[in-house]
Every structure is written in structure tokens, then in C-alpha cells.
């Protein structure tokens, strides 16, 4: 007996950063809970510290559904509240545009466990150490100190000083904690990507646009880089993100469209046997080993999307075939 639970996979929900984009990982969370797939670990980074927090301190059907009712209420003043105080600071050579009261008020109000040692599934988040740029994992405390840490995009939000610490957003060292998931033990990993927009020609506009643009080429990026790095080590599958999105990550009036379209895509993406075909298997067929093996899903019916993850590495492909 004991050598057969031995044998038992610890699994682990990874869940991604990506601003508004993370109203998709609960579409995913309702799929996954429908099927009850169900984590042994929970692992946040940035808003998908939001999310993983929030579902290891109620991981039911009534968690998903109080998780989605605050997404399909967020509105972008209460997460980017612009006021003057904020833009006079900017020339002021302030270190940050948007101060985070509103953040703070509505995790205050509805994480379902005021400390994370209290949650139901163990929970960790990623955060950065401002001084060092090191990956910094916070495995009990206040939860919404741990998760502001993690939110705490540099130049958007101040940064947040746990113990002697001072933090900023997860995602800068670690917006995927793949590594640190199977550190803690983990041997099988549903990553929870957050939704990306499809690639475009021209530059972003604005400093909200850009500075989540380069967050989510960062975090591309790492989750590609970790899938080489430690598909040898676990079972890594990674949950297709939905694909076209028009809305930009600092947008919230999209969201509630935004979760449907994920939890119909991820269900497609159930039924057709998605979570049995592992990163590892892929690799070990040669036929895998970047997240260009992680298609899409197409949003809304509108036929399949011919974009791959990240744009950046399919755009290099792209260019090498015409090499070719």
C-alpha cells in the first residue's frame, strides 16, 4: 500500500501572470472543477497569485463561482485608479503610478483565508526581491500582503516590504513557478497560462500598454524556457489559452466574456484528451519541447487560431522556414 501511494503523482495548479488576461484561468478552474481535477499544491505568480490564493482557501464549486463573481465585478479603477495625486507624483520621481488601496480593500474583503499556512490546499506565491532580483516564495504570512507583493508590477504599484524584504511583481524572476513547484515536490504540473492577445505589428500605446506588453513577452518567454528546462523532471501540461482576444491586460470589461470563452475552450480541450498529453510524452516523441506545441484555442467559435505561443519564438520559426 505504501508503495503504491508513493507511486501517486502530486499534482500542482500553476498559475500564471498577465493583468485582466487572468479572468481566463477562472473559465479554466470551472472546466478543471467540473471533472474534479483537483490539485494537491497551489502555486501564484503576479494575478495569478489572485487566483491561486483565492482557490486554495475554498477549491469547490462555490469557491470558482465567488472568484468569478469578483472578476465579472472588477472594474479598471479598482485596480488602476487614475488620480492626479498619482500623475503629480510621477513627475515627483515617484517609484510607482497607482497606489493600491482599492487592491488591497477587495482582497481584504473576499480571500476566503485571511493567512496562506490557513488554506485548504498548501498555496505559495512568487514574488521578486527588489534589491537582488531573486524569486522569493511566500508560503504563510498575511495572504494579502503575500499577493499585493506579488502584484506589485514595478512603475505601476509600490513595492511591498515583507519582513526585511522589499518586494515587486512575481513575474519579473518568476512568472511561471515551474521550478519552484517541483522544489516543493510536485510531480505533475497544470500550468495555468493566462490568455494573450494574438500578435500584432505595431507597438503599444501608452504606459499601461507597454509595460504589460514587456510583463507578457517576459512571461512567454520563462514559461518556454521552463518547459525545456524541467520537462525531464515532471508531467507538465499546460492548459491551451484562448485565442484572438482583443482586449488589452489592463482592460476589465472583457472578463466575463473572457471566462466563458475559457472554461468552453478548456472543456473542448478536456473531451479531447488534453490532460493526458503531457509536455514529456510530446518531447519524447520529438515532437515538442516549446510552448509552439501549445495551440490556442479558437475564442468563440471563430474557427481556428493560426497563432502559436509565444509569438516572439513563432516569428523566429517563421523566419528560419522561409530560410529554408
Known sequence: ??????????????????????????????????????????MGSSVGAINGVFYAGMPNGEGIERLESLWRGLRRQDVFPIALASLFGALRNSDHLFEPSSLRRLLAMHLPKSRLEDSVIPVHVMATALLTGSPVCLSAGAAVAAVLASCAIPAIYPPVQID????IDGGVACSTPIGAAIELGATRLIVLPTSFACPHDTPPIGVLAMAF??????????????????????EIVVVPPICPIEARPYDFSGVAR????AAQSTERWLESGGLSRTEAQRIASGRAGTLESVKPMPAGGQGECTASLPSCVVRMARRRHRAQ
Open 1 to 42: 500500500m505504501a508503495s503504491k501511494l508513493s507511486r501517486r503523482p502530486k499534482t500542482a495548479f500553476i498559475f500564471a501572470g498577465g493583468g485582466s488576461y487572468g479572468a481566463a484561468q477562472v473559465g479554466m478552474l470551472r472546466a478543471l472543477c467540473a471533472r474534479d481535477i483537483r490539485p494537491e499544491l497551489v
Open 164 to 167: 526585511d524584504q522589499m518586494l
Open 213 to 234: 506588453h514587456a510583463m507578457g513577452l517576459s512571461v512567454m518567454r520563462q514559461l518556454d524556457r521552463d518547459i525545456r528546462l524541467y520537462a525531464d523532471r515532471a
Open 258 to 261: 473572457m471566462i466563458d470563452l
